[in-house]
T-cell receptor, first 112, second 113 residues
Framework: GQNIDQPTEMTATEGAIVQINCTYQ??????LFWYQQHAGEAPTFLSY????GLEEKGRFSSFLSRSKGYSYLLLKELQMKDSASYLC?????????????FGRGTSLIVHP | NAGVTQTPKFQVLKTGQSMTLQCAQD?????MSWYRQDPGMGLRLIHY???????DQGEVPNGYNVSRSTTEDFPLRLLSAAPSQTSVYFC????????????FGSGTRLTVV
């Protein structure tokens, strides 16, 4: 089974950098997803890490350490529109396919 | 390209009523899933499908049925609605590789009174 843990809430200042951590325990690792979800909207895909290391996409970066069961999402140059919930998800395998299991999400509040 | 389309967006049911939440995708995705989202609980998997004719139970399947007669459609049926099923429901789909992540529908906000 999967066990995913991330902080419930974080606050940060506009223009700053914030790191959202995710730890996981899984019976078989098949990558890790990060999603962003604004209030009242559907989640949207941010990143997928399957190998160790840092992957950068503009202001957002995602890091993975498979040996430590640990990932983080790094948001730089924070903007007010980055206020949202950030969901960490780890797929489990069913019949050869990968079905994401989600953590409870981290609510990020960006203030001026 | 519409992506994942869910209907209805809002629904109020009385306890004991049944209904079907519709989900359709036009991306030729093999994988489709239904999640419910409750405050403080994150997204919990109800049922999923890895292709037409194949479905399986997720974490919270009780009270729900699904079928996958075509690649495009994956309806979720509530058999006898209960107040505990008040939630926001999301349908999502993914290609077989999964590397692009799941594409979510806009959600259905269901209230059972």
């Amino acid at each position: 089974g999967q066990n995913i843990d991330q902080p419930t809430e974080m606050t940060a200042t506009e223009g700053a950098i914030v790191q959202i951590n995710c730890t996981y325990q899984t019976s078989g690792f098949n990558g890790l997803f990060w999603y962003q979800q604004h209030a009242g909207e559907a989640p949207t895909f941010l990143s997928y890490n399957v190998l160790d290391g840092l992957e950068e996409k503009g202001r957002f970066s995602s890091f993975l350490s498979r040996s430590k069961g640990y990932s983080y999402l790094l948001l730089k140059e924070l903007q007010m529109k980055d206020s949202a919930s950030y969901l960490c998800a780890v797929p489990f395998i069913s019949g050869g396919s990968y079905i994401p299991t989600f953590g409870r999400g981290t609510s990020l509040i960006v203030h001026p | 390209n519409a992506g994942v389309t869910q209907t209805p967006k809002f629904q109020v049911l009385k306890t004991g009523q049944s209904m079907t939440l519709q989900c359709a995708q036009d991306m030729n995705h093999e994988y489709m899933s239904w999640y419910r989202q409750d405050p403080g609980m994150g997204l919990r998997l109800i049922h999923y499908s890895v292709g037409a004719g194949i479905t399986d139970q997720g974490e919270v399947p009780n009270g729900y049925n699904v079928s996958r007669s075509t690649t495009e459609d994956f309806p979720l049926r509530l058999l006898s609605a209960a107040p505990s099923q008040t939630s926001v429901y999301f349908c999502a789909s993914s290609s077989e590789s999964g590397a692009e992540g799941y594409t979510f529908g806009s959600g259905t906000r269901l209230t059972v009174v």
